[in-house]
């Protein structure tokens, strides 16, 4: 694998871009429209598709069917068969300017963007900057920035894009088309990871690619890491396999326990504690998980329209153990529990015996 999978599965259309339909639906209309704003910042969690969108734009906004072909104004997509197109994809075009703010924080990186603006494309229709963790630039260059969103010229588009758009000024992102990208569903990243694997004839077990992907948080460039990292093991992938990797308590493990708890079985409880952590895992992720996973159990129980949000974070079958636990909650008992749970989990961080405060509040519990 010469191309790291995230790279060579990054969506080439609007269309493959997972998870941000609204988004995708607005720019495909400016594009068919000729209606492209000269500034946008798109804000959310590490990769939910903002740097593969902004280049999109850049496409859309150059393409060179643009003009001649009907499809454009109909689909709004790039042909990604022009030149334009293709140089863009490659990374070779000059008019699209990408400039990583975490590393160029400064004033003097804004002037030069501030002088560069100002040239008209040398073969483009427009001249597109894309400026990323557009947060990270300093205090000083965020005037200089406003400058040149406040007036910029006919032939620029830019793009600011932050996973911490509250460290943007308002004076700046108020001058935007602003668009909040969403974590994807488990269910999507499971989808695209399926066709991944398919394509790449990688042998993975379908367990195994729900825990990818439920382990990538929303995130489809983490899961897509992980299965890349994961197929150069060149054998089978099972769950195992993925579990002992990411080094995760795993989803089945939290959910024996909670199990083992919620239907008051002390001494397999203790047991299973200690078998974990024979294992090699750490206990302290373990009740970390645990609280997790009670509090899913517990909010449901009071709120079952929960089980709409915690769709999109879950597989179906750990859904579906949620729901069964759920409904064997007694809310007095088990708010205490948690409780007990959480303050263990602050004396277990800094406790050279980690597992005992875990142990106590399940004996407490539970006695
Ligand atoms: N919405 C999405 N649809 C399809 N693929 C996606 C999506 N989001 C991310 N990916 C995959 O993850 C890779 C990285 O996405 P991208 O660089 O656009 O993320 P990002 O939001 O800019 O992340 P970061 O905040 O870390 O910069 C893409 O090349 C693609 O393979
Ligand atoms: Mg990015
Ligand atoms: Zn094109």
């Not at 903002?50 to 643009?66: D, F, I, S």
């Not at 929303?218 to 992938?237: I, K």
């Amino acid at each position: 694998m010469s191309l790291a999978l995230y790279r060579k599965y990054r969506p080439k259309n609007f269309e493959e871009c997972l998870g941000q339909q609204e988004i995708v639906d607005v720019l495909k209309n400016a594009a068919r429209q000729n209606k492209i704003s000269h500034a946008y910042l798109f804000y959310g969690p590490r990769g939910t598709g903002k740097t593969t969108t902004a280049r999109l734009v850049a496409k859309v906004a150059n393409c060179q069917t643009r003009k001649t072909d009907k499809k454009f104004g109909l689909l709004g997509e790039p042909c990604n068969h022009c030149a334009h197109c293709e140089e863009i994809d490659a990374g070779r075009a000059l008019d699209v300017v990408e400039i990583d703010a975490a590393s160029n924080r400064g004033i003097d990186e804004i002037r030069n963007l501030k002088e560069g603006i100002r040239l008209v494309p040398s073969s483009y229709d427009y001249k597109v900057f894309i400026i990323d963790e557009v947060h990270m630039l300093t205090r000083e260059a965020f005037p200089a920035l406003l400058k040149t969103l406040e007036e910029p010229p006919a032939h620029a588009i830019l793009i600011l894009a932050t996973t911490e758009s509250e460290k943007v000024p308002p004076t700046i992102t108020s001058r935007c088309q602003r668009f909040h990208f969403h974590k994807l569903a488990v269910d999507q990243i499971i989808e695209k990871l399926r066709k991944i694997s398919a394509e790449e004839k990688f042998k993975m077990d379908d367990d195994a690619l729900e825990l990818i992907a439920a382990s990538a948080e929303g995130s489809l460039r983490d899961a897509e890491s992980l299965l890349g990292q994961l197929a150069a093991l060149d054998a089978r992938v099972t769950a195992e396999t993925v579990e002992k990797t990411v080094g995760q308590i795993g989803y089945a493990r939290t959910a024996t326990l909670a199990g083992h708890i919620l239907e008051g079985r002390l001494p397999e409880a203790l047991e299973y504690v200690s078998k974990i952590n024979d294992g090699g895992y750490n206990v302290v992720d373990l009740n970390r998980e645990l609280i997790h996973y009670l509090r899913r159990v517990v909010s449901l129980k009071f709120d079952p329209r929960l089980e709409a949000i915690f769709k999109r974070e879950l597989t179906g079958r750990e859904l579906e153990q949620i729901k069964k636990h759920s409904a064997i909650i007694q809310p007095d008992k088990h708010l205490a529990l948690l409780k007990s749970l959480i303050r263990a989990y602050s004396e277990m961080r800094y406790s050279p015996f980690a597992t005992i405060p875990l142990e106590i509040a399940i004996i407490e519990n539970l006695k």
